[in-house]
């Protein structure tokens, strides 16, 4: 069984402040990985994805997250934070059958503007 | 449709009360997901169906929960006796395809449901 681990479950940064969130998942096959942002009051929404290729991979409004096989991680970054990111971040991984999602437990970012 | 739609946005019941969900998902997506959110929690899996069956069920958490999806489009999640520990979001997402680097999920606003 697969399973995700997200360790800061609140973080409060400023304003251009650097953001990293740590992703850990448990599963010894192929993985698929994603990252879904939950805006107050709106629904998930698909961030960025790693399905295989170049680890590093971009996705929307700025945000990247580097896949490190060995270490069974695939960590959210992005250089200077902006009011509008207060968001609950999610972690999540299916198999290389992808038609499971787990996800972990979220984290809370506020931005102090 | 343009996005997954839910409804009831919002449903309060008593406990032991049988309640109905629905979720209509994108037009010609194949692939139709539940999940469950409680509050602090990340989503968690209930079900999901390719087409009109039911291909995966085993995070129902019991028998007072089932899904349908008659005619591969539209489903519904039903939940009899209900208890105070079901009150939750019940989020519904629906994909082009499930397989390899085909399952990008879409999702719904979901269903509040609170038990009283």
């Known amino acids: 069984a697969q399973s995700v681990s997200q360790h800061n479950h609140h973080v409060i940064l400023s304003e251009a402040a650097s953001l990293e969130l740590g992703c850990n998942y448990s599963y010894g096959g192929t993985v698929n990985l994603f990252w879904y942002v939950q805006y107050p009051g709106q629904h998930l929404q698909l961030l960025l994805k790693y399905f295989s290729g170049d680890p590093l991979v971009k996705g929307i409004k700025g945000f990247e997250a580097e896949f490190i096989k060995s270490k069974f991680s695939f960590n959210l970054r992005k250089p200077s934070v902006q009011w509008s990111d207060t968001a609950e971040y999610f972690c999540a991984v299916s198999n290389n059958a992808g038609n499971m999602l787990t996800f972990g437990g979220g984290t809370r970012l506020m931005v102090k503007p | 449709g343009a996005g997954v739609s839910q409804t009831p946005s919002n449903k309060v019941t008593e406990k032991g009360k049988y309640v109905e969900l629905r979720c209509d998902p994108i037009?010609?997506?194949?692939?139709l997901y539940w999940y469950r959110q409680s509050l602090g929690q990340g989503p968690e899996f209930l079900i999901y169906?390719?087409?009109?069956?039911?291909?995966?069920d085993s995070g129902l958490p019991n028998d007072r929960f089932f899904a349908v999806r008659p005619e591969g489009s539209v489903s519904t999640l039903k939940i009899q006796r209900t208890e105070r520990g079901d009150s939750a979001v019940y989020l519904c997402?629906?994909?082009?395809?499930?397989?390899?680097?085909?399952?990008?999920?879409?999702f719904g606003a979901g269903s509040r449901l609170t038990v009283l």
């Open positions: 037009s010609g997506h194949t692939a």
């Open positions: 997402a629906s994909s082009l395809s499930t397989g390899a680097g085909a399952n990008v999920l879409t």
């Open positions: 169906f390719q087409g009109t069956g039911a291909a995966d």
